[in-house]
């Protein structure tokens, strides 16, 4: 105490260096938050508003389908509506609004979708042990014991579809007739515009009692929305000119996808900020591009299956070109080995390249060599050390990093 000012304290020191030079709150940027107000989409939730609002006298709404390609706000606005309605209904005292928001690509299972709707609705299900069927007639009984209304929001309802079919759907929207108290109203979203097609035409009628189409937004839609945000998540002065229009050409061109623009927005920010920055540039949107980029090529590369990996570790390690397809089959080859793996042949390994370069990850250019016949180039589209750093976590691969810097 005394001698040192507040100026040297090491807890004061390291706050200070932690606090942000770029940002006041980062969190507003991240695609779960559902801002205030949503540029662009009053009128979709002025329409949703009107669809839903018999709810709140307990009538039920037409069950509603929407649709459009990832990143028009669906999502927001369907959550920011219930939200809003909520409020309302408790402010009115009109009693509580029932509601379930299921996203089907995470709970991808009838099970956890029914056990999601029976919570919502207050009752309770084991985490497993029933049937199907069981949780189902529990949904039913619950249900009509309460006599209430439930709005059932079944988001990216594809990817349901896709694994388990449409029984679920089918049954929902029977629901209400099978019932003599409380009812169900579906609010179906999807990304996949041409999903509707795919569906029974039984199930197809019921649930697009109504349909809501989302179109993308459009440069100056997206400048509004990340200026919107912008003000919340950085410190004044933080970005410079041009950061949001550059970042909401970007994503205009990527078929006006609003997460992409607000990702692609906070990233710069997060580069800008690791050097110490305090203010954000143009060309940190660029780096930021580059970086998600390569994000996006690390997600691809993780699921490639184990050769596909290996020719791409063998391009990699060669400094990321091969000036023949003969070359690189012969490097392959040793490595696989050398994993204890057997080899495949010549001609998988060229289906592979191929298969490659239809994702973008490589390129393999046909080159004539006259009386030698043909070959390919390969060269990677990706930096060879963003590769080695994906497969250094993958165990079947990682040893050979260990064994090829002994040597
Ligand atoms: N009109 C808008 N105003 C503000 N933010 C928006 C708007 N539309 C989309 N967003 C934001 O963009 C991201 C993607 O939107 P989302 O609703 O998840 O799209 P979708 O469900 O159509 O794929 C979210 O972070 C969302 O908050
Ligand atoms: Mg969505």
């Keep these: 105490m005394g001698s040192r000012g507040i100026g040297s304290d090491i807890v004061f020191d390291t706050l200070e260096k932690l606090s942000s030079s770029i940002f006041i709150n980062r969190e507003v940027l991240r695609p779960d938050y559902i801002p205030d107000y949503l540029p662009h989409r009053q009128e979709e939730i002025r329409r949703l508003t009107e669809v839903l609002a018999p709810a709140l006298r307990g009538e039920r709404p037409s069950n509603i389908f929407i649709y ?11 959550k920011y509506v219930l939200r809003k309605l909520q409020e ?3 402010s009115k005292g009109l009693g509580s609004l029932y509601y379930a928001y299921v996203n089907c690509r995470q709970e991808d299972t009838t099970y956890r979708i029914l056990t999601d709707l029976v919570l919502a609705l207050g009752g309770r299900v084991p985490f ?7 949780v189902f007639s529990r949904f039913k009984s619950v249900l009509e014991r309460s006599g209430n209304l439930l709005i059932a929001v079944l988001d990216e309802v594809d990817f349901l579809v896709k694994k388990r079919g449409d029984e679920l759907l089918y049954r929902l929207t029977r629901v209400n007739s099978e019932l003599k108290r409380g009812k169900v109203s579906l609010v179906g979203i999807t990304n996949d515009v041409r999903f509707m097609e795919t569906l029974d035409p039984r199930v197809r009628s019921s649930l697009g009692e109504i349909e809501m189409v989302f179109s993308p937004y459009n440069a100056d839609q997206l400048r509004d929305i990340l200026a919107e945000r912008a003000s919340l998540a950085f410190k004044p002065s933080a970005l410079s000119d041009g950061v949001i229009d550059y970042c909401a050409s970007v994503a205009a061109r990527e078929h006006g996808d609003a997460r992409r623009a607000l990702d692609l927005l906070r990233v710069s920010g997060e580069i800008a900020e690791r050097e110490g920055k305090e203010v954000v540039t143009v060309e940190d949107v660029r780096r930021a591009r580059d970086e998600i980029e390569r994000d996006m090529v690390v997600d691809v590369v993780k699921t ?25 089959y012969m490097k392959y080859r040793e490595l696989a080995r050398g994993l204890g793996a057997e080899p495949v042949t010549q001609r998988r390994v060229s289906d592979i390249l191929s298969e490659l370069d239809m994702l973008g990850i490589v390129t393999a250019k046909v080159i004539n060599r006259g009386r030698y016949g043909k070959t390919r180039k390969v060269v990677l589209n990706v930096e060879p050390k963003a590769l080695i750093k994906v497969f250094s976590n993958d165990p079947r691969i990682s040893w050979v990093f260990k064994n090829s810097r002994d040597r």
Excluded: C, M, N, Q
């Design 128 to 134: 497993t042990g029933l049937s199907t069927a069981e």
């Design 304 to 328: 490639l299956p184990y050769h596909g990996k290996l020719v791409l570790l063998v391009i990699a390690l060669a400094g990321g070109s091969f000036e023949s397809t003969g070359d690189l």
């Design 88 to 90: 309302y209904s408790r």
């Design 68 to 78: 459009g390609l990832t990143g028009t706000g669906k999502t927001a606005v369907v």
